[in-house]
């Protein structure tokens, strides 16, 4: 239950997934969703029931990341084996397609893999998986409980406005943001939900990875989601950023997926208006490599501080009398928000980089006033 996809977006391939793992087994505890925070209630339907966050994707090596969808126990014991073949030599595409062959003989399992070959050229690959070919997203490669949202993305992005390729050195940085976009309108699409978002209700989201290759290496994607309400001020007939309600930044570290989850409370500060309160949480994310390890104790959350993706989700219900949803993406080499915790309780300074408070500033004038 899940969905995964793989992109070739300008010669760029790019791999998704999300982290929800649900399970036929009742769960009595209740745990908290990067995008959702603390559920009151783990039953998605009448069958299911969420039973937490599991990686999808598993870097392998240098040279080859795969992500898979479908039963998790033959996941494990696919992932498992290519990872002990790789202690005795180097991993072949013959390796992960004959070890999909003698694992998965009823079609419960879905691989998505991305491999490396000698020459530098990046060859992907599905096992029981969908293939459809985007004006965008160039080939796309896709399975899941969610692949309609794959297939309903392809639709939408074909359909915007004529996007120019970028120049060579600026073309994983917009794979990287176009994949980004995606997920913000999934996350959109959950956290504006009153009841069990849709999503969840397919059995997939709660927070999602990306995996591309560049310096040499595949890499996950380290960055943050800031979600802002816009408000329109009627006498002095401007538009209102205000302090995003919620912040979500996520980073690998160890092989473990962490979470930074900022919520804000209701707080009225008449003493310094950059300070805000916030819930803090945070949510480690195992693989099914070191599902045997004991998960370690909170880390420091001053990672988002050295995040230099952000992807910035504004909303607002005055431009068209109805809630309106919008994203901006702003790469720099400065980290484009900062947070640092104040000396006392859940209060937090929010602050922003010079060139990220330009360009969001330059982002609402020119799609609000």
């Not at 073949?85 to 999909?100: A, V």
């Not at 045997?292 to 910035?312: G, M, Q, S, V």
Request: charged share 20%; aromatic share 10%; with cysteine.
């Amino acid at each position: 239950m899940t969905i995964i996809a793989s992109y070739n977006i300008y010669g760029c391939k790019v791999l998704l997934a999300d982290t929800l793992i649900t399970s036929q087994q009742r769960n009595e505890s209740k745990p908290t969703l990067p995008t959702l925070g603390k559920i009151d209630s783990t039953r998605v339907d009448s069958d299911f029931y969420i039973a937490g966050n599991l990686q999808k994707i598993q870097i392998l090596s240098d040279y080859c990341a795969v992500a898979y969808a479908g039963k998790v126990s033959l996941a494990h014991q696919f992932i498992t084996t290519l990872s002990d073949i790789l202690k005795e030599r180097t991993l072949l595409i013959s390796d992960i397609e004959n070890t999909y062959k003698d694992i998965d003989g009823n079609t419960e399992l879905a691989i998505i893999y991305l491999y490396n070959t000698d020459n530098e050229e990046i060859i992907s690959g599905g096992l029981n998986c969908v293939n459809a070919l985007s004006d965008v997203l160039g080939e796309v490669t896709y399975r899941g409980s969610g692949e309609q949202a794959i297939t309903d993305y392809i639709e939408w992005l074909d359909g915007q406005a004529y996007i120019s390729p970028p120049s060579d050195d600026e073309v994983v940085a917009q794979a990287v943001s176009i994949t980004i976009q995606q997920i913000a309108q999934l996350q959109m699409a959950e956290i504006k939900s009153e009841n069990m978002p849709e999503s969840i209700k397919d059995c997939f989201g709660s927070g999602y990875e990306i995996v591309t290759f560049y310096d040499g290496k595949f890499n996950r994607i380290d960055l943050t989601y800031a979600f802002i309400e816009l408000s329109y001020n009627k006498e002095t007939k401007n538009v209102e950023i205000n302090h995003p309600y919620l912040i979500l930044s996520q980073y690998i570290t160890n092989d473990f997926l962490i979470h930074d989850r900022y919520q804000q409370n209701n707080y009225d500060c008449d003493v310094d208006s950059n300070l805000v309160e916030y819930q803090y949480d945070q949510i480690i994310t195992q693989s099914l490599l070191n599902l045997n390890e004991d998960i370690p104790a909170i880390i420091p959350p001053d990672k988002i501080n050295n995040l230099n993706f952000c992807c910035f989700i504004f909303h607002d219900n005055f431009k068209h009398g109805t809630t309106m949803w919008q994203s901006a993406i702003i790469r720099s080499d400065t980290p484009p928000i900062n947070i640092i915790k104040y000396h006392e309780g859940n209060l937090y300074y929010v602050d922003y980089s010079e060139q990220a408070e330009k360009q969001l500033i330059g982002f609402v004038s020119k799609n609000y006033l």
